[in-house]
T-cell receptor, first 116, second 115 residues
Framework: DVKVTQSSRYLVKRTGEKVFLECVQD?????MFWYRQDPGLGLRLIYF???????EKGDIPEGYSVSREKKERFSLILESASTNQTSMYLC???????????????FGPGTRLTVL | GENVEQHPSTLSVQEGDSAVIKCTYS??????FPWYKQELGKRPQLIID?????GEKKDQRIAVTLNKTAKHFSLHITETQPEDSAVYFC??????????????FGTGTRLTIIP
């Protein structure tokens, strides 16, 4: 059974703080993703990674960076948090086997971040 | 890049009736279309998907149809039950030979089943 966990369910930070959100998956998945979820806007891709130390920008990367030093862990970093980054952040992973397209994404429980 | 539009944003149906959610996409290279269900306070989970070489797929009370010419696909839920109440997201993706495809999601439909 795939398990994707996120470091916090709720987080409150101040404007300007550096924020780390961590995601860990235990199924040896190649691909990992960070989304933010806002009412009426759906799930928007921030960054994704298809290999250790590899990263690609998604649709809304501005104000964020990521780190993937180990295969099972993918971190989202807000260098200087702003109020417009208040949101629900969802991590996901997928198997990413070459030659097998359409890999199902498995989501973590989400982190609700509030920036004051 | 890909753009996915989803309608309606909210939908209320009587228990036992059918519900239909529609999505359109812009990128003709997209050929994988999954649907995710997110119950209140829970994580999104895949409920059904369809590939571009198939026009329709069914799984019990859920079906998905795809019209590649018109670039739209739909989710159909029949004999709705209270546990169908959730937010549903459609998504689209081009295929990848390397397994690293990414999804573009629609904005979601909040489905409420009225007992």
């Amino acid at each position: 059974d795939v398990k994707v966990t996120q470091s916090s369910r709720y987080l409150v930070k101040r404007t300007g703080e550096k924020v780390f959100l961590e995601c860990v998956q235990d199924m040896d998945h190649e691909n990992m993703f960070w989304y933010r979820q806002d009412p009426g806007l759906g799930l928007r891709l921030i960054y994704f990674s298809y290999d250790v130390k590899m990263k690609e920008k998604g649709d809304i990367p501005e104000g964020y960076s990521v780190s993937r030093e180990k295969k099972e862990r993918f971190s989202l970093i807000l260098e200087s948090a702003s109020t417009n980054q208040t949101s629900m952040y969802l991590c996901a992973s997928s198997q990413g086997l070459a030659g097998i397209s359409y890999n199902e994404q498995f989501f973590g429980p989400g982190t609700r971040l509030t920036v004051l | 890049g890909e753009n996915v539009e989803q309608h309606p944003s909210t939908l209320s149906v009587q228990e036992g009736d059918s519900a239909v959610i529609k999505c359109t996409y812009s990128d003709s290279a997209s050929n994988y279309f999954p649907w995710y269900k997110q119950e209140l306070g829970k994580r999104p989970q895949l409920i059904i998907d369809i590939r571009s070489n198939v026009g329709e797929k069914k799984d019990q009370r859920i079906a998905v149809t795809l019209n590649k010419t018109a670039k739209h696909f739909s989710l159909h839920i029949t004999e709705t039950q209270p546990e169908d109440s959730a937010v549903y997201f459609c998504a689209a993706s081009p295929s990848s030979n390397f397994g690293n495809e990414k999804l573009t999601f629609g904005t979601g439909t909040r489905l409420t089943i009225i007992p």
